[in-house]
Nanobody
């Protein structure tokens, strides 16, 4: 079992930055695929960013490319999402998730085995 706890969300103005953290426990997730997803009110959950295990390739949604960066600190068993130049449309609950293997793409939410509880990001315009 893997437990994931997100933190770092908050209320910021458009143009600001936030760094979300996803602390994992139970197992080392350095070899897991990791993804960040978000869900805004009244909308479906959507993929934001992901990275394959072993420090593999990253992938981003078109809407966040050039603004968001996913990274890991394997020593702390933690995954980060650096969010710059935030926009009002980035407002959502952000979730991190992990899964072992590579049976599906990073953006395929049903592939993920473990999910955090989410952290709220609100961007005022």
């Amino acid at each position: 079992q893997v437990q994931l706890v997100e933190s770092g969300g908050g209320l910021v103005q458009a143009g600001a930055s936030l760094r979300l953290s996803c602390a994992a426990s139970g197992r080392t997730v350095s070899t897991y695929a990791v993804g960040w997803f978000r869900q805004a009110p009244g909308k479906e959950r959507e993929f934001v960013a992901g990275q394959w295990g072993y420090g593999g390739k990253t992938e981003y949604a078109d809407s966040v490319k050039g603004r968001f960066t996913i990274s890991r600190d394997n020593a702390k068993n933690t995954v980060f999402l650096q969010m710059n130049s935030l926009k009002a449309e980035d407002t959502a609950v952000y979730y991190c998730a992990v899964y072992r293997g590579s049976r599906a793409g990073l953006a395929y939410a049903p592939a993920y085995e473990y999910w955090g509880q989410g952290t709220q990001v609100t961007v005022s315009s």
